[in-house]
């Protein structure tokens, strides 16, 4: 049973690209968060997908946004890239919404924005 | 800021001494959870501790909450220099907003 996974691992970008991040969540999960974590610091939420909706919203601009797919896997999209965007971004996946339920992590996508 | 306090920002202790890390928010909580993140990759889930609940426990790791000071710790025990890593606590506010603590960066010396 293949656990979270993300890719691509790592990924150059240029200022002003756009990027495309993709997770497919553990097998039986429905849920799928995103976060954003810059180096030595906590991963800071983005949002939350589930039933293909986005259910929650952190404090990110809307230059980030998202989707999830039938099959409950899910892309994070980021517009206009600027150089603190540059940041490890981590998915995780749980069930119904996460109320009191143990959330899987990927091993992340490292993106650079230069 | 987002995250919630978590203290101390960084320990160094020795293999077999116990290591305890603390965690605090502000506003009341459906669960807590503590995560280990080894080398800025994946966060690896340790426990989960909801609001009704005081303390769990898991191997060697121990963790306890206290609603009465918004606060929970991460206690393991007999540490082994394997255990050298981040730790993180995220807690889940009542109205599903989820928040990550700033972590302790642990090492153990062996």
């Known amino acids: 049973d293949a656990g979270v996974t993300q890719s691509p691992t790592h990924l150059i970008k240029t200022r002003g690209q756009q990027v495309t991040l993709r997770c497919s969540p553990k097998s039986g999960h429905d849920t799928v968060s995103w976060y954003q974590q810059a180096l030595g610091q906590g991963p800071q939420f983005i949002f939350q997908?589930?039933?293909?909706?986005?259910?929650q919203r952190g404090n990110f601009p809307d230059r980030f946004s998202g989707h999830q797919f039938p099959n409950y896997s899910s892309e994070l999209n980021v517009n206009a890239l600027l150089l603190g965007d540059s940041a490890l971004y981590l998915c995780?996946?749980?069930?119904?919404?996460?109320?009191?339920?143990?959330?899987?992590f990927g091993q992340g996508t490292r993106l650079t924005v230069v | 800021s987002q995250q919630g306090e978590e203290d101390p920002q960084a320990l160094s202790i020795q293999e077999g001494e116990n290591a305890t890390m603390n965690c605090s928010y502000k506003?009341?909580?459906?669960?807590l959870q503590w995560y280990r993140q080894n080398s800025g990759r994946g966060l690896v889930h340790l426990i989960l501790i909801r609001s009704n609940e005081r303390e769990k426990h898991s191997g060697r790791l121990r963790v306890t909450l206290d609603t009465s000071k918004k606060s929970s710790s991460l206690l393991i025990t007999a540490s082994r220099a394997a255990d050298t890593a981040s730790y993180f606590c995220e807690y889940q506010y009542n109205n599903n907003d989820m928040r990550f603590g700033a972590g302790t960066r642990l090492t153990v010396k062996p």
């Open positions: 995780a996946s749980s069930i119904a919404g996460r109320m009191n339920t143990e959330a899987f």
């Open positions: 506003t009341s909580i459906n669960n």
């Open positions: 997908y589930y039933e293909e909706e986005e259910r």
